[in-house]
């Protein structure tokens, strides 16, 4: 909970390529990381998460990393689709407290 | 399984009125949280409730409340509408047995509320 900082706050990538999202967090307590993708005009959708207890987590081309100690977490999107466009949201939070949505990232996957 | 589902879709307000929103849930899921989207903001938190009791509550004025009926459905309601008020509010639900927040929630289509 607390702060949840997002970057960038709009990225550009040609289809193929990979894209980063980087998320900062500053409640050490936070032990579930959840990432969100909204397409235009849609609800948000959970696509990956992970769980303090764990460094990695993957899901074909999508993959989270989580650094504990810094208290950072990433979204890293490989061989990019047109259909990946989309505002991205990661978020933190912990049992019994609010969660907090980082502000988004807007992908764009240029032909 | 039907998804969550929120009424109205579209609301249109003016400044100084009240307004209830309606989010059911999925079934078998106990939890519903609240949030409002604007397009400077992103998510912010609003509250969540579990078996009819507000679990979880976010930082936002006293106008913003909220209740759960026995079936999980929850409303929201806005008293003294602003301006600032105009965004997207999506519900979302859960099944909340692990903690509230760290659930996989499911959001409903939201209501899109301006306010004049």
């Known amino acids: 909970g607390e702060n949840v900082e997002q970057h960038p706050s709009t990225l550009s990538v040609q289809e193929g390529d990979s894209a980063v999202i980087k998320c900062t967090y500053s409640?050490?307590?936070?032990?579930?990381f959840p990432w969100y993708k909204q397409e235009l005009g849609k609800r948000p959708q959970l696509i990956i998460d992970i769980r303090s207890n764990v460094g990695e987590k993957k899901d074909q081309r999508i993959a989270v990393t989580l650094n504990k100690t810094a208290k950072h977490f990433s979204l890293h999107i490989t061989e990019t689709q047109p259909e990946d466009s989309a505002v991205y949201f990661c978020a933190a939070s912990r049992v019994d407290d609010k969660i907090i949505f980082g502000k988004g990232t807007r992908l764009h996957i240029l032909p | 399984k039907a998804g969550v589902t929120q009424t109205p879709r579209y609301l249109i307000k003016t400044r100084g009125q009240q307004v209830t929103l309606s989010c059911s849930p999925i079934?078998?899921?106990?939890?519903v949280s609240w949030y409002q989207q604007t397009p400077g903001q992103g998510l912010q938190f609003l509250f969540e409730y579990f078996s009819e009791t507000q679990r979880n509550k976010g930082n936002f004025p006293g106008r913003f409340s909220g209740r759960q009926f026995s079936n999980s459905r929850s409303e929201m309601n806005v008293s003294t509408l602003e301006l600032g008020d105009s965004a997207l509010y999506l519900c979302?639900?859960?099944?909340?047995?692990?903690?509230?927040?760290?659930?996989?929630?499911?959001f409903g289509p939201g209501t899109r509320l301006t306010v004049l």
């Open positions: 979302a639900s859960s099944f909340g047995t692990s903690g509230g927040s760290t659930d996989t929630q499911y």
């Open positions: 409640d050490s307590a936070s032990n579930y």
């Open positions: 079934s078998g899921h106990r939890s």
